[in-house]
C-alpha cells in the first residue's frame, strides 16, 4: 500500500527567503507525484506533477520539485518565497499499477506561512 | 484534462438526514474517486467507483454511510446518510486522465 509522509506540519520562512517543503513517500510499484497547493476557503490546485521522465520537475509560481528515487522523497522548493505563497501545501502519491491511474493519496499537508 | 462539475457547492443539513452529491464530467472515465476533507484536515479517499461494478470502499468507510452509484462512465453520485454533526466536511469527487487528476470543486456540507 502506498503512503504519504509530509515531514513538517507547519514551516515558517521570511518573505524572499528560500523554501524546502519535504515530503516522503512509500510504494511498491511506481509512482506519479504530486503537489497540490490549497489557499483558504479555496480548491485544490496542481503546482507541480512528476509522471516520468526528468526526476527536476517546474511548476507554477516558481515552485520545482525533485524525484529521487533511491531516497523515495519529492521535497518542493523555491528559491524566494512571497507573502502570497502563504498556503497549504499536499504532496499526493499515485501508482500505475494495471496501467493507469489508480487513487491519489494525499500527506497531511505543510502549513507554509510567509512573514514581511 | 477533463472538466468536473459537482453540485451542490454547499449545504446546511439537519442531522438524521441525508445528502447527495453529485459529479458530472465532460468526457468518458474509468475511474471517479470520492474524498472527504474535515475542517483543517488533508484529503482522505473514501471510495473508487468504477463503472458497472460496486465502488470500493477504504478502510473506516462503509457502504451504508457512504453509498456511490457510478450509472456511466460520465456521471457519480455519492449519498452522505444519517448524518451527524462530524460528517461536516467538504466532499471532493476526482477523475483520472492521461494528464494526471482533475478535482471537483467541492462540497461544503455543514450538518447542525
Known amino acids: 500500500a502506498q503512503s504519504v509522509t509530509q515531514l513538517d506540519s507547519q514551516v515558517p520562512v521570511f518573505e524572499e527567503a528560500p523554501v524546502e517543503l519535504r515530503c516522503n513517500y512509500s510504494?511498491?510499484?511506481?509512482?506519479?507525484l504530486f503537489w497540490y497547493v490549497q489557499y483558504p476557503n479555496q480548491g485544490l490546485q496542481l503546482l507541480l506533477k512528476?509522471?516520468?521522465?526528468?526526476?527536476l520537475v517546474k511548476g507554477i509560481n516558481g515552485f520545482e520539485a525533485e524525484f529521487n528515487k533511491s531516497q523515495t522523497s519529492f521535497h518542493l522548493r523555491k528559491p524566494s518565497v512571497h507573502i502570497s505563497d502563504t498556503a497549504e501545501y499536499f504532496c499526493?502519491?499515485?501508482?500505475?499499477?494495471?496501467?493507469?491511474?489508480?487513487?491519489?493519496?494525499f500527506g497531511a499537508g505543510t502549513r507554509l506561512a510567509v512573514h514581511p | 484534462s477533463a472538466v468536473i462539475s459537482q453540485k451542490p457547492s454547499r449545504d446546511i443539513c439537519q442531522r438524521g438526514t441525508s445528502l447527495t452529491i453529485q459529479c458530472q464530467v465532460d468526457?468518458?472515465?474509468?475511474?471517479m474517486f470520492w474524498y472527504r476533507q474535515q475542517p483543517g484536515q488533508s484529503l482522505t479517499l473514501i471510495a473508487t467507483?468504477?463503472?458497472?461494478?460496486?465502488?470500493?470502499?477504504e478502510s473506516g468507510f462503509v457502504i451504508d454511510k457512504f453509498p456511490i452509484s457510478r450509472p456511466n462512465l460520465t456521471f457519480s453520485t455519492l449519498t452522505v446518510s444519517n448524518m451527524s454533526p462530524e460528517d461536516s466536511s467538504i466532499y471532493l469527487c476526482?477523475?483520472?486522465?492521461?494528464?494526471?487528476?482533475?478535482f471537483g470543486s467541492g462540497t461544503r456540507l455543514t450538518v447542525v
Open positions: 512528476y509522471l516520468s521522465g526528468s526526476t
Open positions: 510504494s511498491s510499484v511506481s509512482v506519479y
Open positions: 476526482s477523475v483520472a486522465s492521461l494528464y494526471g487528476y482533475t
Open positions: 468526457s468518458q472515465v474509468t475511474m
Open positions: 467507483a468504477n463503472q458497472g461494478s460496486e465502488a470500493t470502499y
Open positions: 499526493a502519491v499515485g501508482d500505475s499499477l494495471s496501467g493507469g491511474y489508480n487513487k491519489l493519496i
